[in-house]
T-cell receptor, first 112, second 112 residues
Framework: DAGVIQSPRHEVTEMGQEVTLRCKPISGHNSLFWYRQTMMRGLELLIY????????DSGMPEDRFSAKMPNASFSTLKIQPSEPRDSAVYFC???FGRGYKYFGAGTRLSVL | DAKTTQPTSMDCAEGRAANLPCNHSTISGNEYVYWYRQIHSQGPQYIIHGLKNNETNEMASLIITEDRKSSTLILPHATLRDTAVYYCIVPANSNSGYALNFGKGTSLLVTP
């Protein structure tokens, strides 16, 4: 398996634009997690899904953020409109149940 | 999650054993201890986990004290590529335990 695949690896956009980050989990995994990492706040859990259903989205910063998992092999994290303070590295991870997590390489987002 | 306490940073000479401590005095009887690491500019990587007994795999060994209030991750022969931030995590044994809450971790520097 190629592991957790995230795209794009880098995204540079202007304030106010819509940003969509994509994640393909490892085949067979039924839990998917979105994290955000900044120097100030470290790694923060944004939301996680179990069997494609959002279980806990308490970490989503505000209504500008939304995440979907339409099927077991794909998830998106959308920011609309984007702001400079959203600049961070966004990681997607997957696991089978409570098993240990496999992380993707991340998407580095810069909002100008 | 049970609270964990780790030193902020540690140094280790290449080829020597790196021993990374973690305190988790509020751990419950059925909660596991997980270790992850994050090499610069990469996603976190699972290392090892354990409940009561000591564990060893190809990457590291995990020593858990008999009272389970602390543990030590051992990298037996540290290399320069082991320079990373190491996270000790005790996920709650509940629905929220599907996710991992990363703290500050220990920044390990392996020197030539």
């Amino acid at each position: 398996d190629a592991g957790v695949i995230q795209s794009p690896r880098h995204e540079v956009t202007e304030m106010g634009q819509e940003v969509t980050l994509r994640c393909k989990p490892i085949s067979g995994h039924n839990s998917l997690f979105w994290y955000r990492q900044t120097m100030m706040r470290g790694l923060e859990l944004l939301i996680y899904f179990n069997n494609n259903v959002p279980i806990d989205d308490s970490g989503m910063p505000e209504d500008r953020f939304s995440a979907k998992m339409p099927n077991a092999s794909f998830s998106t994290l959308k920011i609309q409109p984007s702001e400079p303070r959203d600049s961070a590295v966004y990681f997607c991870a997957s696991s089978f149940g409570r098993g240990y997590k496999y992380f993707g390489a991340g998407t580095r987002l810069s909002v100008l | 999650d049970a609270k964990t306490t780790q030193p902020t940073s540690m140094d280790c000479a290449e080829g020597r054993a790196a021993n990374l401590p973690c305190n988790h005095s509020t751990i419950s009887g059925n909660e596991y201890v997980y270790w992850y690491r994050q090499i610069h500019s990469q996603g976190p990587q699972y290392i090892i986990h354990g409940l009561k007994n000591n564990e060893t795999n190809e990457m590291a060994s995990l020593i858990i004290t008999e009272d389970r209030k602390s543990s030590t991750l051992i990298l037996p022969h540290a290399t320069l590529r082991d320079t990373a931030v190491y996270y000790c995590i005790v996920p709650a044994n509940s629905n929220s335990g599907y996710a991992l809450n990363f703290g500050k971790g220990t920044s390990l520097l392996v020197t030539p």
